[in-house]
Nanobody, 125 residues
Framework: QVQLIESGGGLVQAGGSLTLSCAVS????????MAWFRHTPGKEREYVAA????????DYGDSVKGRFTISKDNAENTAYLQMNSLNPEDTAVYYC??????????????????WGQGTQVTVSS
């Protein structure tokens, strides 16, 4: 059973930064993409960013481009989401997920098989 454990959420002031981590319990398999989504009540789960299984390619949702950076450490089976210039609209529960997407970066949650439990990020104005 694959488990994903997020950490690093918290409360930050607008303009600040946070780094989220997602530790995967098993060695990340080839062709599995790791992604971050976020969810706020009353809205659909929003795609944030994704990274290829080998860490060489990344993709970002329009709302976070230029502010967030996704990366991974294959040796540690961990993905990261560096979030800069945070604003109150970034407040959400952030989830990491992995799915066998064969090098593509789907923006829909249904393409991802395994999910973490989520970590809350709150940005105060």
């Amino acid at each position: 059973q694959v488990q994903l454990i997020e950490s690093g959420g918290g409360l930050v002031q607008a303009g600040g930064s946070l780094t989220l981590s997602c530790a995967v319990s098993t060695r990340t398999l080839e062709y599995y993409t790791m992604a971050w989504f976020r969810h706020t009540p009353g809205k659909e789960r929003e795609y944030v960013a994704a990274i290829s299984w080998d860490g060489t390619r990344t993709d970002y949702g329009d709302s976070v481009k230029g502010r967030f950076t996704i990366s991974k450490d294959n040796a540690e089976n961990t993905a990261y989401l560096q979030m800069n210039s945070l604003n109150p609209e970034d407040t959400a529960v952030y989830y990491c997920a992995i799915g066998r997407t064969y090098g593509t970066f789907p923006h829909t949650p249904s393409h991802y098989t395994y999910w973490g439990q989520g970590t809350q990020v709150t940005v105060s104005s």
